[in-house]
């Protein structure tokens, strides 16, 4: 049996994955099978990538996917009615419960001090208890403003935690101030904070603008890396996306974010090249980035990023192996059984292959791409009464695509 493969063409978008694979095969007639895109939902990369907090409050750390715990100011020994001074004690000594916890009784005793407020929001900013941590610091700030006396640390802190609980056009104000302060150097977290913000509050332009101002100050931000590639990626500036994303992994290998748009633009580009070393070259990035991700994040659906790179590189046997292990779960998705089905056939294991997407069929029974690789199983098989179902099941759901009618009018003469 005659049998070609046409190289997989892979074009993303934030949210979706085309995936086009072909093969060619025959039925008793010459004319190959021709296979049209597979679009495969995928989740976009995480609008917030995970910040690993430094609980010392002294130090300040340069990559700003850990941003630095903020470090309050020198308390004095005696505040309002209240004694605050054990308190901030057990706050550098990053007991950070036994400070929030006595520092929140003083405040309770006296509401009007802030510096117990203060302590308190920085203790639970600490314990990344970021809506508490917001309260709190709002009341300190709110005491410090109606005093004349500001503190930059509690309005630096307080941005933070509003921008991590998602209160983004509170936080934004705040970060203005803190990152356009008279004399100030340039803070690198701050600036990441501001972009972030304006970037999930829609202005990308302002968004780009704070977080090439973060790399200035701080080269390896990953976070500010990764952002400024994600915006390059949705205008479809693919070649700047990949290299921001490469300095962003480089940055910080375990950013899994990063290393998954990363395979999506090293896919996108491999895919408008078409055919030839770039394209060749591309697909190997995309292999290389999704194996980093694996390390990073070994789940089904980075399994499925991973063999959907495999597959563009045609490397379908690696492929087999980074599906298989999630597809043996019943829960397995109807796209993780659609690209290990069709990984099956590549490797000419139709038996396998049937009934992976037989399975992919019953769980996503609506994808017309599912039909036209089992119709091609069973085909190859000679299973030609269930080829001719599966070629007319696929037709019924996308009837402009010439490739079903092609196969169906194949397959009849043998359906019997």
């Known amino acids: 049996m005659k049998r070609t493969h046409i190289r997989a063409a892979i074009v993303v978008g934030l949210f979706s994955l085309a995936l086009t694979v072909g093969a060619a095969a025959q039925s008793g007639a010459t004319r190959p099978r021709r296979v049209s895109p597979a679009t495969i939902s995928e989740p976009p990369p995480s609008p917030s990538p995970p910040a690993r907090t430094n609980t010392n409050t002294n130090t300040t750390t340069r990559n700003n996917t850990r941003p630095p715990t903020p470090a309050p100011a020198p308390a004095p020994a005696t505040v309002a009615s209240g004694d605050t001074t054990h308190a901030y004690t057990l706050l550098q000594q990053n007991q ?23 302590i308190a929001g920085f203790a639970e900013f600490n314990l990344k208890q970021y809506a508490d941590s917001a309260g709190d610091l709002q009341r300190a700030l709110d005491l410090q403003r109606k005093a004349g006396a500001e503190d930059a640390n509690t309005v630096d802190a307080l941005a933070q935690s509003l921008a991590r609980t998602e209160q983004f056009d509170r936080a934004l104000p705040l970060l203005v101030v803190a990152t356009t302060r008279t004399g100030a150097p340039p803070d690198a977290t701050m600036l990441y904070y501001r ?38 990626y ?89 599906l298989e292990r999630f597809a043996l779960d019943p829960k397995a998705q109807g796209q993780t059984l659609y690209l290990l089905g069709l990984t099956y056939s590549r490797t000419k294991n139709f038996p396998k ?64």
């Open 353 to 416: 292959a049937v009934a992976t997407l037989e399975r992919a069929a019953a769980k996503t029974s609506d994808d017309a791409n599912i039909y036209r690789e089992l119709g091609y199983a069973y085909e190859v098989s000679k299973q030609y009464v269930k080829a001719l179902g599966a070629y007319q099941k696929g037709a019924a759901l996308a009837p402009d695509d010439p490739d079903f009618q092609e196969s169906i009018t194949r397959v009849k003469p043998f359906a019997k």
């Open 195 to 232: 972009g972030l913000v304006e970037f999930r509050t829609g202005k990308p332009a302002d968004a780009e603008r704070s977080f090439t101002a973060a790399i200035k100050a701080d080269p390896k931000n990953a976070a500010a890396l990764f952002y400024l590639g994600r915006i390059s």
């Open 96 to 118: 950070n419960e036994a400070a929030a916890r006595e520092a929140k009784q003083i405040a309770a005793a006296n509401p009007a001090n802030a510096e117990a407020w203060k």
């Open 234 to 322: 949705e205008r479809s500036d693919t070649d700047t996306a990949i290299a921001l994303l490469n300095r962003a992994t480089t940055a910080d290998p375990r950013f899994a974010e990063a290393w998954t748009l990363l395979t999506y633009a090293y896919l996108r580009r491999a895919g408008a090249a078409g055919t030839g070393p770039k394209a060749d070259a591309d697909y190997l990035g995309a292999v290389r980035a999704s194996d980093a991700l694996v390390r990073v994040r070994n789940d089904e659906a980075t399994a499925r990023l991973s063999g959907q790179a495999l597959i563009s590189a045609q490397q379908f046997p690696r492929a087999v192996v980074a």
